[in-house]
C-alpha cells in the first residue's frame, strides 16, 4: 500500500476549467459569452418557458443559427439523433442550452458526438451543468458516461430566472441538487475539499429552500438556493453518483418517473440505510442540516415535508401510459441495483435494497 494513503489528507482533486456568471439578470451577457469562445453560429436549446426562449433568442441576435424547443427528460437516443442532425445543417460552432436538466442533457448529446463548446443557462437546480456526465435512454434502459468534451464551458446563473419555476418544481428540483451533495460526502472520490463543498451546498439548501417555499418570489432565499446547487453540481461533477443515484436513474430508465421527484423520496432512506457505516460523516452532515447531534435521514425526511415534495413512490406517476411503478416490481429493482451498484459504504445486496425500496414506497418516516 502507497505509504499515507489510508490517511483522510491523502487525495487528488481535479478542478475543472469552467466559466462561472452569477447574479440577477445576468442572462443578458450570453451573447457576450458566445463572442468570448470566438463562435458565431449558436444553436439554442430552449427548455425554459417560451418567453425565455424568446429573449434568449433576442439576445443572440444574428448569432442565432436555429432553435430547438423539443426535449424530453432522460435524453432518448432517437431525439439526440434528430437534434445533432439539426445541429448539422445549420452548420453551428456552439450550443446554447437554456432550461433545466433534460435540456442541458441534450446539449451534452450533442457535444459528444459532434465536440461543440455549450454555454448553459440553467432554470432549476439540476446542477447537470456542472459535471463531465451525460446520459441516453434506448427503450427502457438508461445509460450514462463521463466526458469532458460535454462539461458546458460556461454557465449563467441568473436568479430571475427560477423565480417562474412552481413550487412543485422547486421543491423536488432543490431536493434533486441536495442528493448530489450528500452522496458526495461519501461517493467514490470524494475528499475534504469536495466534502467542504458538499457541506456548504447541504447548509445553504437546508436554510433556504422553506424560506423559498413559502415566499417564491424572495430572490435573496431564491439566490441562496441557487448557489447551494451550483456547489452540488460541482461536488457531483469532482466525485461520482453513487448507490441514492443509482437507484434513482433504474427507476427512471425503467418507470419513466420524474428524475427530481425520485430524489426527494430516495434520499432520506439512502442515508437512513448507509448511517451506520459513516458515523463521523453523518454527523457533520446533521450540522449541516441544521440538527447538531440529531438524525440526518430523519431530518431529511421532515426537510421534504416541510417543503410538500414528494415521499413516496407509490405517489410518484409515470410519464407514459402503460408504464407503472407497482409493489410488485420492488423485488425485481433491488435485484438489477444490486446486480449493478456502486462501491458503497454499506455492503449491497437485493434484500436489503428491498426493505429500502418499501420503507421508500410508503413513504414511511426513516430511522438510522
Known amino acids: 500500500m502507497t505509504e499515507g494513503a489510508t490517511s483522510r489528507w491523502w ?81 453551428a460552432d456552439v450550443v446554447v442550452t437554456v432550461g433545466g436538466g433534460s435540456a442541458t442533457g441534450l446539449a451534452k448529446a450533442i457535444a459528444l458526438t459532434h465536440r461543440l463548446p455549450i454555454v448553459a443557462v440553467p432554470t432549476t437546480y439540476a446542477g447537470s451543468e456542472q459535471t463531465p456526465i451525460y446520459g441516453l435512454t ?19 446563473y441568473d436568479t430571475e430566472l427560477t423565480l417562474v419555476l412552481p413550487p412543485e418544481v422547486t421543491g423536488p428540483s432543490a431536493f434533486n441538487a441536495l442528493a448530489h451533495s450528500v452522496e458526495g460526502i461519501y461517493a467514490e472520490g470524494h475528499n475534504p475539499v469536495t466534502t467542504a463543498l458538499a457541506l456548504e451546498a447541504i447548509g445553504a439548501i ?23 446547487a451550483y456547489l452540488s453540481g460541482v461536488v457531483l461533477g469532482a466525485t461520482s453518483a453513487g448507490l441514492h443515484h443509482k437507484i434513482a436513474h433504474v427507476l427512471g430508465g425503467t418507470y419513466d418517473l420524474v428524475h427530481a421527484d425520485a430524489h426527494s423520496v430516495l434520499l432520506p432512506h439512502v442515508v437512513a440505510f448507509n448511517a451506520p457505516a459513516l458515523p463521523a460523516e453523518f454527523g457533520r452532515l446533521a450540522t449541516a442540516l441544521g440538527d447538531p447531534g440529531g438524525d440526518p435521514a430523519v431530518s431529511l425526511w421532515e426537510l421534504a415535508t416541510a417543503s410538500h415534495v414528494p415521499t413516496a413512490l407509490a405517489e410518484l406517476k ?51
Open 11 to 91: 487525495f487528488g482533486y481535479d478542478a475543472q476549467p469552467q466559466r462561472v456568471i452569477f447574479g440577477p439578470g445576468r442572462r443578458r451577457e450570453v451573447a457576450a459569452e458566445v463572442d468570448r469562445l470566438g463562435a458565431e453560429r449558436a444553436v439554442l436549446i430552449s427548455g425554459a418557458t417560451t418567453e425565455i426562449g424568446d429573449e434568449l433568442a433576442a439576445v443572440l441576435d444574428d448569432r442565432l443559427a436555429g432553435r430547438w424547443d423539443e426535449f424530453v427528460q432522460h435524453v432518448p437516443v432517437e431525439l439526440a439523433g434528430r437534434a445533432r442532425q439539426f445541429v448539422d445543417e445549420r452548420r
Open 138 to 156: 434506448g427503450g427502457r434502459d438508461k445509460q450514462t458516461g463521463r466526458d469532458p468534451i460535454v462539461q458546458p464551458v460556461s454557465v449563467v
Open 206 to 228: 437546508a436554510r433556504s429552500l422553506p424560506l423559498v417555499m413559502e415566499r417564491p418570489d424572495d430572490l435573496e432565499s431564491r439566490g441562496e438556493l441557487l448557489y447551494g
Open 318 to 368: 409515470s410519464q407514459h401510459e402503460g408504464v407503472a411503478l407497482s409493489a410488485d416490481d420492488l423485488a425485481a429493482v433491488a435485484q438489477r441495483v444490486a446486480a449493478e451498484a456502486p462501491p458503497n459504504p454499506r455492503p449491497v445486496d437485493a434484500d436489503g435494497l428491498l426493505t429500502l425500496l418499501e420503507a421508500a414506497f410508503a413513504g414511511r418516516r426513516p430511522q438510522s
